[in-house]
């Protein structure tokens, strides 16, 4: 592959542009927040005030880490999880809540676009474009678990407001009896 003139490995190039296209990636992510939101997880820096915007920063990390290296798929599904996990209780729609996956791709091409041109820029970016749309389908079935526990939690609730009704029901007419 050709950089500059010279001919270097991709995985030299992403490793060097990494903080770049996180920061771009992450700036992405927040757009599709609301602008009060995004202002918060961009600017509050501590993980237990913003624990959505550490999981953010440090799951795109991994999963960038991920795209680049031979990542544990463990770590890989970890960091999906923790990311997918609060967009699903955000009642985010499916694609919302993995969208933020499709956005590296922006990422990436935009700054590859500034590095490769011509065959090189296109073989390198199909490479990297289905790795990101196999991470974008293990995606899928990390949201799709996700919404299944969100749900068996709030029909869990809802059964047990229902049998608390009931109980507090027989005791009224228990008491209209006496």
Same mark, same amino acid.
């Given at each position: 592959?050709?950089?500059?003139?010279?001919?270097?490995?991709?995985?030299?190039?992403?490793?060097?542009?990494?903080?770049?296209?996180?920061? $771009?990636?992450?700036?992405?992510?927040?757009?599709?927040?609301?602008?009060?939101?995004?202002?918060?997880?961009?600017?509050?820096?501590?993980?237990?005030?913003?624990?959505?915007?550490?999981?953010?920063?440090?799951?795109?990390?991994?999963?960038?880490?991920?795209?680049?290296?031979?990542?544990?798929?463990?770590?890989?599904?970890?960091?999906?999880?923790?990311?997918? $996990?609060? %967009?699903?209780?955000?009642?985010?729609?499916?694609?919302?809540?993995?969208?933020?996956?499709?956005?590296?791709?922006?990422?990436? $091409?935009?700054?590859?676009?500034?590095?490769?041109?011509?065959?090189?820029?296109?073989?390198?970016?199909?490479?990297?474009?289905?790795?990101?749309?196999?991470?974008?389908?293990?995606?899928?079935?990390?949201?799709? %678990?996700? %919404?299944?526990?969100?749900?068996?939690? $709030?029909?869990?609730?809802?059964?047990?407001? %229902?049998?608390?009704?009931?109980?507090?029901?027989?005791?009224?007419?228990?008491?209209?009896?006496?």
């Amino acid at each position: 592959m050709c950089y500059n003139g010279r001919t270097v490995d991709i995985k030299d190039v992403l490793t060097r542009k990494r903080g770049t296209i996180l920061k $771009r990636w992450f700036d992405l992510i927040l757009e599709t927040y609301p602008a009060d939101v995004a202002i918060f997880l961009r600017n509050e820096q501590d993980r237990f005030t913003n624990p959505v915007g550490h999981v953010l920063t440090e799951g795109t990390a991994l999963l960038y880490d991920g795209l680049i290296h031979d990542v544990d798929p463990e770590k890989i599904l970890s960091a999906l999880d923790g990311i997918i $996990r609060i %967009r699903a209780v955000q009642d985010s729609l499916p694609s919302q809540a993995v969208g933020f996956i499709f956005l590296l791709k922006k990422a990436v $091409r935009e700054e590859l676009e500034k590095a490769f041109t011509g065959d090189a820029l296109l073989t390198t970016l199909s490479q990297l474009e289905s790795r990101i749309e196999m991470m974008s389908l293990l995606a899928f079935d990390v949201y799709t %678990r996700c %919404r299944e526990e969100v749900y068996n939690i $709030r029909s869990g609730e809802i059964r047990m407001e %229902r049998d608390m009704a009931m109980r507090l029901l027989k005791a009224m007419k228990q008491q209209d009896k006496e």
